[in-house]
């Protein structure tokens, strides 16, 4: 038996494996045991097990005999991570000094960096680039910027859940019987992938693949993800530094859905109480709408979460100004290979083949300096910027605005 299902799904190579899927409003009846009377709305919390409506304080009560707290993101909802950020603050007010992060947008070879940030020893600019951001995660910072900032303050440890990039492309490439022999031994225990999960996965995803191996592929590095994040987890509570402690892991809805990702994955390695919650839009906006892919969902006869906490969906998208470049990086120079017609750039005369040398009087060095510093701007502001054009420094004030958003043809 399937079910007929609306969802979004966040398109892009290996940001599927990460995103979240939203429900459609009208389709949540169909996974829960007790359908909801009435429509539900905003900042309401349901009890899925018992279809009972409870309170923050109901539910942070129900959560707190857990060890492990799953929040299931949708990545690109700034009220999905303020339910995060209340869920960490909640916990860390009953229990403070015993509270760790788990983050699937950190890799491994990034926790001293982590652990820098934590530690108050880098400002963001320096974090960012020591984590590499834009090229490993890539959604914009102040989604997440919340979260880190009470970390750093309050002293929480911030885990990095996913593997290198090294090993994913490995895996992705070839499988698991064909990793190099110097990242062989970095290769987290891969168990048997759940028959839900799979066929879940094959539903969601696998329907939208050209090939049959593009699916394999995908699969593959789906549970490498959720394998290495289950031993980043285990690792770090039996360490000394995370004895006692209770783990918030922030990830897409999908490697904790139904429990069959990263909780089972942990629950092999060490068994222990664990509890998911989901911010669960209410609806999806029109900008959205164009995401959204029917599925033929099978028949799961598992609870998606235990708690679902309705929320609007709302992207910081609108709110973000843009230059209207892009950008190349080649020898430590930082250049323009286009320029988007009507962009402020293209307003301030600047030109493919320009090199940027400074920006409100910081040389760029990389173009996390150009990110990070853009995405500080808003509607109105003014950048002083430093070009090297035809081996000449050439001096360019540039003003930013929202461009408006291309209609598909």
């Known amino acids: 038996m399937t079910r007929r299902m609306s969802h979004i799904v966040l398109l892009g190579a290996f940001l599927l ?30 009890h899925l097990p018992t279809g009972l409506k409870v309170s923050l304080d109901g539910m942070m009560d129900m959560i707190s005999g857990a060890t492990l707290v799953c929040v299931g993101e949708t990545h690109d909802n700034i009220h999905a ?26 890799r491994e070879p990034q926790q001293e960096a982590l652990d820098r ?7 963001e600019l320096a974090f960012l680039k020591a984590v590499k951001w834009y090229d490993n995660w890539g959604f914009d910072f102040g989604y997440y ?17 996913n593997p290198s990039k090294e090993i994913q492309e490995e895996v992705r490439r070839g499988g698991l019987d064909n990793v190099s022999d110097d990242l062989r031994a970095k290769l987290p225990e891969i168990g048997e992938a759940d028959p839900y999960q799979r066929a879940a996965m094959k539903a ?24 290495t994040m289950a031993e980043r987890v285990v690792d770090y509570l039996k360490s000394p530094r995370g004895k006692g402690k209770k783990m918030v892991t922030i990830t897409g809805g999908w490697h904790v859905r139904y429990g069959f990702g990263l909780p089972k994955k942990v629950v092999r390695r060490m068994p222990l109480p664990y509890v998911i919650i989901q911010p669960v839009e209410i609806e999806i906006p029109e900008e959205k709408k164009d995401q959204q892919m029917d599925v033929d969902l099978p028949e799961i006869p598992l609870l998606p979460y235990d708690f679902a906490w309705y929320v609007p969906y709302e992207g910081l998208e609108k709110k973000r100004v843009l230059m209207g470049v892009l950008l190349s990086e080649n020898e430590g120079r930082v250049s323009v290979k286009s320029v988007e017609e009507g962009s402020p750039a293209e307003k301030a005369g600047i030109r493919p083949g320009d090199a940027f040398v400074s920006f409100d009087g910081e040389p760029v060095e990389d173009m996390t300096d150009i990110l990070y510093r853009v995405g500080k701007k808003k509607e109105g502001d003014t950048a002083s910027l430093v070009l090297l054009r035809d081996g000449a420094e050439k001096p360019v004030e540039i003003t930013f605005f929202r461009m408006p958003k291309k209609k598909a043809h």
Request: glycine residues 8%; contains cysteine.
């Open 145 to 161: 910027r919340g979260i880190l900032e009470f970390a750093k303050e309050n002293g929480i440890d911030v885990v990095a859940l």
């Open 204 to 227: 969601v995803y696998g329907s939208h693949l050209p090939t049959e191996g593009m699916f394999e592929s995908f699969f593959r590095v789906q549970m490498l993800w959720e394998e």
């Open 81 to 106: 991570h303020r339910v995060e950020l209340i869920i960490i603050r909640e916990l860390f007010r009953r229990f403070p000094g015993r509270i760790a992060i788990g983050m699937e947008m950190f």
């Open 117 to 123: 940030w934590t530690k108050g020893e880098l400002s």
């Open 17 to 46: 494996v990460g995103s979240s899927a939203a429900l459609h409003a009208g389709d949540r009846s169909c996974e829960m045991p007790y359908p909801q009377k009435e429509v539900p709305k905003a900042e309401e919390i349901v």
